[in-house]
């Protein structure tokens, strides 16, 4: 079912122990059955309802925020989700509901010392679009950097062969990275726009052209953009919108 796109395996799971899945005419009861490919999946309508409630929040994420689990004292991203730090921009017309936390989760990481726009969802097919083995959703960064001594007109001092292996030839724990579009926005800041998502990418791939990270905001993922909405403050994905 997770395969077909239909749900999440969490939700496959739940829609199974809640009967609301037939193969073949006949009402699946057992967790992790195997079923042919020529054989039929229906889903109750209950459960179309039940995913359709589901919520996807995005937040734009302030420096000392966790993504996931709280660590080392600090605390995670999704406190900030609450009725006071709702955007009074947010066009998406939901109002907010304690319900709305339940089962709410990060969909990608965005470091503790980074910030920028951070997706927490309670649905698995968003999850999976964006995090999945064959997610090929690509994500935009701007990010300022020093090069040694210099803090302001780096692009006239950094190597164009540097900025070529920015984009293309270099490996992280001995795996090849893929292609990034990587460019300079203006003097001191990057445009960097990537299609995975290693631990720390970004500035390690800076450290390895001579390069230190001082500032990295995520400014988009795929075609959602984290536009005016202010630093901790969070709003709702709109039914128009899709990454």
């Known amino acids: 079912m997770s395969e077909l796109g239909l749900c999440s395996r969490r939700e496959a799971d739940e829609w199974i122990e809640r009967?609301?899945?037939?193969?073949?005419?006949?009402?699946?009861?057992t967790l992790g059955i195997k079923i042919r490919p020529d054989q039929r999946i229906e889903v109750d309508p209950a459960a179309?309802?039940?995913?359709?409630?589901?919520v996807t929040i995005l937040l734009h994420k302030p420096v000392g925020y966790v993504s996931g689990q709280a660590e080392d004292g600090y605390p995670p991203a999704v406190t900030l989700v609450t009725g006071a730090n709702h955007w009074d921009g947010d066009r998406a017309g939901i109002r907010f509901s304690p319900l709305h936390l339940r089962t709410l989760a990060p969909a990608g990481r965005l470091d503790i010392d980074s910030t920028g726009l951070l997706v927490l969802t309670q649905d698995?097919?968003?999850?999976?679009?964006?995090?999945?083995?064959?997610s090929d959703i690509d994500k935009e960064y701007l990010v300022r950097v020093t090069y040694g001594d210099l803090d302001t007109d780096i692009d006239r001092h950094f190597p164009a062969?540097?900025?070529?292996?920015?984009?293309?030839?270099?490996?992280?724990?001995?795996?090849?990275?893929?292609?990034?579009?990587v460019s300079w926005r203006n003097?001191?800041?990057?445009?960097?726009?990537?299609?995975?998502?290693?631990?720390r990418q970004i500035r390690?791939?800076?450290?390895?052209?001579?390069?230190k990270v001082v500032g990295l905001k995520r400014v988009r993922m795929g075609r959602v953009l984290l536009g005016a909405l202010p630093q901790g403050q969070w709003r709702y994905l709109t039914p128009e919108e899709s990454f």
């Open 161 to 181: 062969e540097s900025l070529a292996m920015l984009r293309h030839g270099l490996s992280l724990d001995d795996v090849p990275l893929k292609a990034a579009m």
């Open 19 to 29: 009967g609301w899945v037939l193969v073949d005419g006949q009402r699946a009861d």
């Open 187 to 199: 003097g001191e800041q990057l445009r960097f726009v990537l299609r995975e998502g290693k631990k």
């Open 204 to 211: 390690r791939m800076c450290e390895l052209v001579g390069l």
């Open 124 to 134: 698995g097919r968003v999850a999976k679009q964006l995090i999945g083995e064959q």
């Open 48 to 54: 179309r309802a039940a995913q359709a409630r589901q």
